[in-house]
């Protein structure tokens, strides 16, 4: 952070270091605390506890191991405080929040959860641990806020595995789904201003979710599979084959390491609307397209839920939105150790990714001042006809006939 001054890079930790400060009731067990997030903020080659023990200058890594594995706290509570560090820090009306997952490649079969499952991280199965994510991204940066550690069916059905790795006995199999639910439960209820959520397919796909947040009143941009269903118009891929050549509009997502990420965009609003204020609805539902400028085959789906008056080009940068997790995890590994722990059972696995996201969101607030003071100074078969596709008032939706609904109201 060549344009913060050291002073000021001293006097933010400081604060983080104390707002997090009296959830370790203990003067050793504070210091240690301290020493561990300055580590990971340190350059140290590997930032596990023999490592991070020497950059600290501690003759050996017991009190940090201590830390991590039998002292008393709750990083659920400090996730707490980081979240309202976050707000404080980078939170904005129009917020997003970004579910995710990444894997922990690890040996043997003692880590929590660790078997042998598909890592989008590895693009392959491996012998690793899933955490599931959640970061959240405005204008003015972009910070992990909330983990889950995904636990198989192979290790919640087998208790005396559980019960040697310390995880609790009320902890039970859940999909990854549920654990996004329950993030973004906690998110919705923190400090973080949130208007918008947004995930890839895996989460997207899920109706509960979504209508988690119609119901929250939360607008999302989700992606979804070619074959999701769409209520009385069939597979999404199918819909979108219907679009007319001037449906397509050209807008940028957001920028990425090369320039703007400019697609092809097609988007319509769905016949449906369940909420009202009065006699005027509140929100729309969208289907939305996102085409490859040099692979026009290549075309991504997704689900969007926005308040009346949302255009095109906005859906567009809240889908584009959700790389921020990816860079907020890559930062957190590269950056903080995020990855790097050589920790096994159940709650050193939380109390380190907990204190290496702490040291990210560090990371990114200083990020933030630094750009404040810089600103101061597939083929598809062929669609059905008649097309559903209608403009109307400068923007597509859809409408559909009493015969493709049976002569049915639209439901879910």
């Not at 590895?122 to 994510?133: D, L, M, P, S």
């Not at 118009?233 to 084959?241: E, S, T």
């Not at 290496?356 to 933030?368: C, D």
């Amino acid at each position: 952070m060549q344009d913060v001054r050291p002073d000021v890079w001293s006097a933010e930790l400081e604060e983080v270091l104390v707002r997090v400060g009296h959830r370790f009731g203990q003067v050793d067990l504070r210091r240690q605390m301290r020493a561990y997030v300055n580590g990971l903020l340190g350059p140290v080659g590997r930032k596990n506890s023999w490592q991070l023990a020497e950059y600290v200058g501690h003759r050996t890594p017991a009190g940090l191991q201590n830390l991590l594995n039998r002292a008393r706290w709750n990083p659920d509570e400090v996730r707490d405080d980081l979240q309202e560090y976050v707000a404080h820090k980078l939170g904005e009306p129009g917020g997003v929040l970004i579910i995710d997952d990444t894997g922990f490649l690890k040996k043997g079969t003692v880590s929590a959860g660790v078997q042998r499952q598909y890592s989008g991280t590895a693009g392959r199965t491996e012998n690793c641990q899933i955490g599931v994510f959640a970061a959240y991204a405005s204008r003015h940066g972009r910070a992990l806020v909330d983990r889950e550690l995904y636990l198989p069916k192979s290790w919640t059905t087998d208790r005396d595995r559980c019960e040697a790795a310390k995880i609790p006995d009320d902890r039970d199999f859940a999909t990854k789904g549920d654990l996004a639910k329950a993030m973004i439960q906690r998110a919705l209820a923190s400090p973080l201003p949130i208007a918008w959520v947004t995930a890839d397919s895996a989460y997207g796909q899920e109706w509960r979710l979504r209508r988690m947040l119609e119901e929250a009143g939360v607008g999302y941009v989700l992606a979804v599979p070619k074959s999701q269903p769409i209520p009385a118009l069939g597979r999404i891929d199918l819909v979108i084959a219907q679009a007319p050549n001037e449906a397509w509009e050209r807008h940028s997502c957001g920028d990425g390491a090369k320039g703007p990420r400019v697609y092809d965009w097609a988007a319509a609003k769905l016949p449906t609307v369940y909420d009202f204020d009065g006699d005027q609805p509140t929100h729309h539902r969208w289907v939305l397209a996102r085409r490859s400028l040099a692979r026009p085959e290549e075309i991504a789906y997704y689900l969007a839920y926005a308040p009346v008056g949302t255009e095109v080009p906005e859906l567009a940068r809240i889908a584009g939105s959700r790389w921020a997790i990816e860079e907020c995890v890559q930062a957190a590994k590269n950056e903080c150790g995020l990855d790097q722990y050589e920790v096994r059972r159940y709650p050193g696995w939380y109390r380190h990714i907990t204190l290496a996201m702490l040291a990210h969101a560090f990371l990114a607030a200083m990020s933030a001042t630094a750009t404040t003071a810089r600103g101061a100074a597939e083929t598809v078969p062929a669609p059905l006809h008649p097309s559903p596709w209608q403009k109307s008032g400068g923007s597509w939706q859809f409408t559909v006939s009493h015969r493709h609904t049976g002569g049915k109201p639209i439901t879910r």
